[in-house]
Each structure stands twice: as structure tokens, then as C-alpha cells.
């Protein structure tokens, strides 16, 4: 059995929308990978990261602000959103440059955005192709996203993203995407696809999907 988030589903676990679970787990949330698809997915997204000195870039659905942590770190401008208040406190302990929101409805302009790195928060969204549509519109011509998924086989192998709160076992409730459905979100969202991960664990199984994709 693998640890959060990653564990099989059990009888006793209560799911629960993002915005609740996130509220209860912020203030045992790390600020950084705390298992190893976690650890999995962050080698493979700072592979695809360029050299980010003296740009703008946003941390798309932040949580506790691991990376906000790398890429002020690395010499850029970070912003972070994120739609939970609780995990924003986290992060504001990293940047003050924080702000309440949904992925869907960024409060940015227009090409105002160099980067945007948004990490394991698609799956909260009924609606991927808005939210990657969000993205490409406050990037600026030339600007890149780099994002995260649990792989879609998380959800034939009955992954649950799980936590424990109160001395209970919640669950996330979120969207398990297609491959396919990434690839014509990228392309209705105007997003041009230059890289694609999906590394494994020990054990042979797709762990994550990382997309690169330029505007």
C-alpha cells in the first residue's frame, strides 16, 4: 500500500470536496514531497524548468508552497493562488505575494505571466480545458506551463489522495482526466505541447503525467 496520496481505497475513509479537505489537512500539509510520487513528480517537473531568473511566474493552485519555495529560490518573482484559504496562510509563510482563487478564474490580465508551474491541482477540476484556457490566457506570447497530474491509471488501480485529520481518514474527492483529454485540452487552450512525462514508480507503474506546453 502506498502512502497519501496514493493509498487504496477503504471502507472507513470519508471523501470530501477539495476546499473542505484542504482546510483540514493545511495545517499538517508539508511543504514539500512527502511521498514518493511526490518526490517522482518534482524531479521530473524541475527537469523541465527553465532558467527562471528575473521572470514573473505563478504557482497555480500553490498549497503549502513547495513550489513557490523553488522558484524564488532559483531568482524569479513568485505568485502563488490557490483556492483554500487555509493552505494560503501555509504558503504566505513563503512570499506574501498570495492570493485567494480558483484556477478557472485567475486574477490576472493578459499576458502578464512568464511561467506558470500549477502541481497536482488539475485533478480538482471538473473542467480542464477552462482551466488550462485560465493559464494560456495570462501567459504572455512565448511563456510556458509546466503542470502535474496523478496518472489517469491512478483511478483503474483505486488511488485515493488520503489524509488524517481529527484522528479520522478523509479522502479528496477530485476528476481522474484522460491522456487524450490533456492533449486536446493543450490544443483548444492554444498550448503547444514540447514535453511529456509519465514516470514511474519501483514498481513499473505509471505514477504522474507532466506536461510542458508554450503559448
Known amino acids: 500500500m502506498l502512502p497519501w496520496p496514493f493509498g487504496r481505497r477503504v471502507a472507513a475513509v470519508e471523501k470530501v470536496a477539495p476546499q473542505e479537505a484542504y482546510a483540514l489537512?493545511?495545517?499538517t500539509y508539508p511543504p514539500h514531497p512527502h511521498n514518493r510520487l511526490m518526490e517522482i513528480e518534482q524531479r521530473a517537473v524541475l527537469e523541465l524548468l527553465p532558467d527562471v531568473r528575473g521572470l514573473t511566474a505563478l504557482d497555480a493552485g500553490c498549497g503549502s508552497g513547495r513550489y513557490l519555495r523553488e522558484l524564488s529560490a532559483r531568482g524569479a518573482t513568485a505568485i502563488g493562488v490557490d483556492v483554500s484559504s487555509a493552505m494560503i496562510d501555509?504558503?504566505?509563510e513563503i512570499t506574501p505575494r498570495?492570493?485567494?482563487?480558483?484556477l478557472r478564474a485567475?486574477?490576472?490580465d493578459a499576458m502578464t505571466i512568464d511561467l506558470v508551474i500549477c502541481a497536482l491541482a488539475l485533478g480538482d477540476v471538473d473542467d480542464l480545458e477552462l482551466a488550462l484556457s485560465e493559464i494560456a490566457r495570462v501567459l504572455r506570447p512565448a511563456g510556458r506551463v509546466i503542470y502535474s497530474v496523478v496518472h489517469p491509471d491512478g483511478e483503474a488501480a483505486g488511488w485515493s489522495r488520503t489524509f488524517e485529520s481529527n484522528g479520522r481518514q478523509w479522502a479528496v474527492d477530485g476528476y481522474w482526466h484522460s491522456l487524450a483529454r490533456h492533449r486536446s485540452a493543450c490544443a483548444a487552450a492554444g498550448l503547444s505541447i514540447d514535453a511529456w512525462r509519465e514516470p514511474e514508480l519501483e514498481s513499473g507503474q505509471r505514477a504522474a503525467l507532466i506536461v510542458r506546453a508554450i503559448r
Do not use: N
Not at 498570495?98 to 480558483?102: L, M, S, T
Open 25 to 27: 489537512w493545511a495545517p
Open 90 to 92: 501555509r504558503a504566505r
Open 98 to 102: 498570495i492570493a485567494r482563487a480558483d
Open 106 to 108: 485567475l486574477p490576472f
